[in-house]
């Protein structure tokens, strides 16, 4: 069995200390094999903020996978966001850009999706497609693979409608072609989980997507602090979304995911209730 944390949106600048220090102490209970921190350690990219970042960062002593987010791009300062865009990511945070990870039962890979022309919505070059291919198509099927990034792949079941990462489309087929088995992203501050399938026309195997509220910032949108704490243990999936009650991080809600040799990871439409089955569904070609 492997266990993971995953945090995301962390926006140092507008951290709340105290969330923070809980988090770090809950992490530490938790003590997983890997921590996954899908982006937007920042709020402004700012020099101090990363310096925060960097130090909360290094007080973690698990193996950890680290991807920036949009606001880990100077957004006012237009000379550094197009020219040097994440030199300060790289100075503070990691110089490795496409960090991976792997053991005898997980193979994890993060990809940077931030980019300075898209500042709020993500994408993936084609390098990266076929860096994603490189890395996770020779691996046998029963390591289970995890792609990382900052912008999601699946949208809340709340608003369908809101913008994904560009190309997500062809990149569910390489997810599809080469049997990756989750995707882990944050971006929206919202936690919800789901099958690739539910929100992807022609998608003949689901991938299973978790998506993770932002754990430590007051930059909240519709629910309060959280992190996921995720348990892989063969063909199963169990995700406790653990959510800050004001004094602690406790469990929220815990689901379990199971594999189905018919048509991958499973999980309810999230369609809205009344929709046909293709309504709201997004094409590949994206
Ligand atoms: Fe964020
Ligand atoms: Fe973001």
Redo the contacts with the bound molecule.
């Keep these: 069995m492997r266990t993971l944390v995953h945090i995301s949106?962390i926006h140092f600048g507008r951290v709340i200390p105290s969330v923070a220090e809980a988090l770090l102490a809950a992490l530490e209970a938790d003590a997983p094999d890997l921590v996954v921190i899908s982006?937007?350690l920042t709020q402004r990219a700012r020099r101090g903020q990363y310096r925060m970042a960097r130090d909360f960062l290094n007080r973690i002593q698990f193996p950890k996978i680290v991807v920036p987010?949009?606001?880990d791009v100077p957004l006012y300062n237009v000379a550094r966001r197009f020219l040097r865009p994440l030199t300060r990511y790289r100075r503070y945070i990691t110089r490795d850009m496409a960090p991976f990870y792997q053991d005898d039962e997980i193979a994890v890979l993060g990809i940077n999706t931030a980019r300075s022309l898209t500042f709020?919505n993500g994408r993936i070059s084609e390098n990266q497609i076929e860096l994603i291919r490189e890395r996770f198509c020779p691996i046998p099927d029963n390591i289970f693979k995890i792609l990382v990034t900052?912008?999601p792949f699946l949208p809340p079941p709340e608003n369908l409608k809101l913008p994904l990462v560009r190309r997500a489309g062809k990149i569910l087929r390489m997810v599809e072609a080469c049997n990756l088995d989750l995707l882990l992203a944050?971006?929206f501050h919202m936690s919800y989980a789901g099958g690739s399938h539910s929100a992807y026309r022609t998608l003949a195997r689901s991938v299973l997507v978790i998506q993770a509220g932002t754990a430590a910032s007051s930059r909240m949108r519709t629910e309060g602090n959280a992190y996921n704490l995720i348990h892989i243990h063969n063909a199963r999936v169990t995700l406790r979304v653990r959510m800050w009650d004001g004094e602690r991080f406790d469990d929220h809600r815990t689901r379990h995911y199971t594999y189905n040799t018919d048509g991958g990871w499973d999980y309810p439409t999230l369609l809205a209730p009344g929709a046909t089955p293709s309504d709201g569904k997004r094409s590949l070609e994206n």
């Design positions: 949106d982006g937007d987010g949009n606001h709020t900052h912008h944050g971006h």
